[in-house]
């Protein structure tokens, strides 16, 4: 309906809910969700697993699981605890952490622009083994079991002048883990799941996603090892808020009218702008405080 004018998400969930609203039923792709009403915390996942879902989708076949908390922004440490918990046992099912694993952690983005720094902070939170246990090996650390956790912050490519995707195959070259999870901002389709909604994916990230600056994605595929995505939207496409403002009255119209109209309304500049609730700073502190300690809980897990 949008023409050149499609709103953009990164958002697995959001990307199905187009064709919920079209009435279109897709093949290929299977949603489940469950609703934990104590802890205010409703977690869908949904699972392509054929070409054709994969290409109607616009993603890789994988398990997208989406994690909305309404309350994620707010500074309540229980309930940024009850999220950590969710996300540790996400990743507990996507991640053999039953046998020991080293685990490369990429926090993606500019940790100059906060509505771009949630990979930093997240990465300046974990605690780091890899060098530990380099240097004194388990029996120092007292512990039967534990993962070496090492980390990096690579920069975007106008800090550095590379591409991601070859710093993280150098290091991943090197140091040859188990696992690599990158985290990362993405865009939402809905501003309601600004900043509350958390999304894991065993299909990898593709850096700069979240503000349009696709760079080559960190995948298993380039890669060679498994990739596990983790971001959350902390902004939305200018266009989004302008077409959301319009919704109710382009329901009125048929569809070659409301083309006609959003190419009249929405300028193309548009697409080039994003926007993030103005409190970004300290909510993508929260974040990555509450995704850091997530990632601590499951690599902590002794059984």
Known sequence: MLGDYKIRTDLALEARERFDEKNVELRG??????????????????????????????????????????????????????VSEEIAAHLTQLINLKKEQSILVVGLGNQNITADALGPQVVGNLHMTRHIIREYGLMGLKNEKLHRISGIIPGVMAQTGMETWEIIQGIVSATNPDVVIAIDALAARSTKRLNRTIQITDTGISPGSGVGNHRVGLSKENLHVKVIGIGVPTVVDAATIVYDAMSHLLETLEETEQKEFLEEIISPHLHTMFVTPKDVDETVRYLGFTISEGLNMAFAQQE
Request: glycine residues 8%; proline residues 6%.
């Open 29 to 82: 792709v299977e949603v489940k969700e469950t609703y934990d009403q104590e802890k205010e915390i409703r977690t869908t996942v949904v699972k392509i697993f054929t070409e054709n879902g994969a290409k109607a989708m616009g993603r890789p076949q994988g398990n997208y699981i989406t994690i909305e908390a309404p309350n994620l922004s707010s500074p309540d440490e229980g309930y940024h605890r009850e």
